[in-house]
């Protein structure tokens, strides 16, 4: 990256635009799709190049999942499960079953 450009990246929960060579510049936002058109934007007026770093999975609830993945089941149970239920059959939790 030279001097000016713009790096949409994640960073403690955050997205941050960086500018490389002036960290006074740099910006954060509280949303990837804020802080990925306001990095575009400014390279726009400044003439330069704008990225987007995506971060690695960290295997936390909040990475989702990959495109290939099958989409979740909610409310779907094993047959032969022995466990009460402890929804409905609109995912609508029922009164405690062990009392």
Request: glycine share 14%; net charge negative.
């Amino acid at each position: 990256m030279a001097d000016g450009d713009v790096i949409t990246r994640s960073k403690n929960g955050q997205w941050v635009n960086h500018v490389e060579g002036e960290p006074e510049n740099s910006l954060s936002f509280s949303s990837r799709e804020e802080a990925v058109v306001a990095g575009a934007s400014f390279a726009s007026e400044r003439g330069t190049r704008h990225s987007v770093e995506e971060p690695e999975p960290t295997g936390g609830i909040g990475d989702g999942g990959d495109a290939d993945d099958a989409p979740a089941v909610v409310g779907h149970k094993e047959t032969d499960s022995p466990l009460p239920d402890t929804t409905d059959e609109n995912g609508m939790p029922l009164d405690n079953p062990s009392g």
